[in-house]
């Protein structure tokens, strides 16, 4: 058998350009065959289709078809974020120009841990994670010694543990975390697993942090602390009091920081950046570019205010980051990061910001919002739905009216089972509601119109009789 073609290299693009042709028709077909946002049947009945389709996915010879065979059924059994009703989580559909780029990334294969596997990436990265940092936190008035810097990230997760973890090790090794009771769960976890006492949890009587239960906490509780904000909740897009917030920790000599892994995106519209007023005050700050900035999964950033701050994560392991090799001016990586093998991930990011530029990212920004609201106002004008409230971003809370909780999340399972509709679900208030998270810009006003047409034809179906599971 001869040896299999590479990616990269002089044949490289000769080899990849028959197998991309095969990628995108079993993509394409694939798509047809699911019909819809996700494929019908269920678990079990997507899971007894992929076992069919792929058959032994370790055989003694190997399959020359198998790229289009796992393509397919991988197409076939996708939930399509791109679909306009696909609209439960924050998962946004990817732009081309982006995912092209990826392709590029994964071509080469970069890893972001020393110069010499990623000389260009490594200068890439530099200029984008600079320019990120400038535009959240602005030019203002700081010293030199505090020009902002920020990290690349797998997203809001690794993002927020790299704030608690640098908060430790600015106050000495110890800190304790104060976060609304809207906080992602992401932060009591790292929390955890950095060994920092119990969080404090501040009440969200609202959906937001309470600013005033946040004072007494403040007062009443011994430093040193970290604060958590949240600009974009994931249950239903609310922005916490940051202007507030950031004057509470002031005053009591509280470390900020603000999950902004969703509404950090508003940052690129002229007409919603002031829903952020106060966010450039926090000392570190989370942003998702897969959220609001369309870009493949992996996207995330943590901006952080003076990067003095980021000396606790330098690392040296001579094979890496030789101190004669960084002394000869070779750039040292290992301090951008707690993991060592990083992809390119900012390549697909400087490619977006480039092409769109600031306007056309607010461009899609503003089209989601909207989109959010019309929706938000189709629900409030039917007699047969309840609206949450007015949209903040693009999350849009509803359910039928007048019935209970178990048939709610009924109807959303049935309609997960037909492959019809995807839609998210979360409590607030005391009763479940359907949550409808809106980031296909190409979403229009017959598409709202149908989702929230199935809703109501699937809550007629069950309350014929059929018993919810």
Not at 186 to 196: D, F, H, I, V
Not at 257 to 273: E, K, M, N, P, V
Request: with cysteine.
């Amino acid at each position: 058998m001869s040896t299999p073609p590479l990616a990269s290299g002089p044949d490289g693009p000769r080899a990849l350009r028959p197998l991309l042709d095969t990628v995108l028709e079993a993509l394409d077909s694939g798509a047809r065959a699911r019909g819809g946002p996700l494929p019908t049947g269920g678990p079990e009945t997507v899971a007894a289709r992929v076992r069919e389709a792929v058959g032994d996915i370790l055989p003694d010879q190997g399959d020359p078809h198998a790229l289009r065979t796992l393509v397919h059924a991988f197409a076939e059994g996708a939930a399509d974020p791109a679909h306009p009703l696909c609209a439960a989580h924050l998962h946004c559909p990817p732009l081309a120009i982006a995912t092209a780029a990826d392709l590029a990334a994964s071509a080469l294969n970069p890893s972001l841990d020393s110069w010499d596997q990623a000389p260009a990436a490594s200068e890439l990265e530099t200029l984008v994670a600079g320019a990120l940092a400038r535009e959240i936190y602005g030019d203002g008035q700081r010293a030199a010694t505090e020009t902002p810097d920020s990290l690349i990230t797998t997203g809001g997760t690794e993002s927020n543990h790299l704030a608690l973890l640098l908060a430790r090790e600015v106050y000495g090794g110890s800190v304790r975390l104060v976060c609304g009771a809207n906080a992602h769960h992401s932060l009591a976890r790292a929390a955890w697993l950095l060994g920092l006492p119990e969080p404090a949890v501040v009440p969200a009587p609202a959906g937001t942090l309470d600013p005033t239960a946040l004072d007494e906490t403040l007062t009443r509780l011994p430093g040193p602390l970290l604060v958590a904000a949240t600009a974009g909740t994931t249950d239903a897009g609310l922005i916490d009091p940051l202007p507030e917030i950031a004057a509470h920790c002031a005053a009591h000599g509280a470390r900020l920081h603000i999950d902004a892994a969703y509404g950090g995106g508003l940052l690129f519209s002229t007409r919603r950046r002031a829903a952020l007023t106060a966010l450039d005050t926090a000392d570190t700050i989370t942003l998702d570019l897969h959220k609001l900035g369309w870009q493949p999964i992996a996207a995330g950033l943590l901006a952080v205010k003076d990067p003095r701050d980021l000396t606790t994560l330098r690392q040296r392991a001579d094979y890496l980051n030789a101190a004669d090799d960084t002394e000869a001016g070779l750039p040292d990586l290992l301090g951008r990061s707690l993991r060592t093998t990083r992809r390119p991930d900012v390549l697909k990011l400087a490619v977006t910001l480039k092409t769109l530029g600031r306007s056309g990212l607010g461009t899609l920004v503003d089209q989601v919002c909207a989109r959010a609201r019309e929706f938000a106002a189709l629900v409030h004008d039917h007699p047969g739905f309840a609206l949450h409230a007015p949209p903040v971003i693009s999350t849009v809370l509803f359910r039928p009216a007048d019935t209970t909780d178990a048939t709610v999340a009924a109807v959303r399972r049935a309609l997960l089972t037909d492959g019809r509709a995807v839609l998210g679900r979360t409590r607030l208030d005391g009763r479940l509601w359907l949550k409808a998270t809106l980031l296909n810009p190409a979403t229009g006003p017959d598409d709202l119109a149908a989702l929230l047409h199935l809703v109501a034809a699937r809550r007629a179906t069950l309350a014929e009789g059929h018993t919810p599971r």
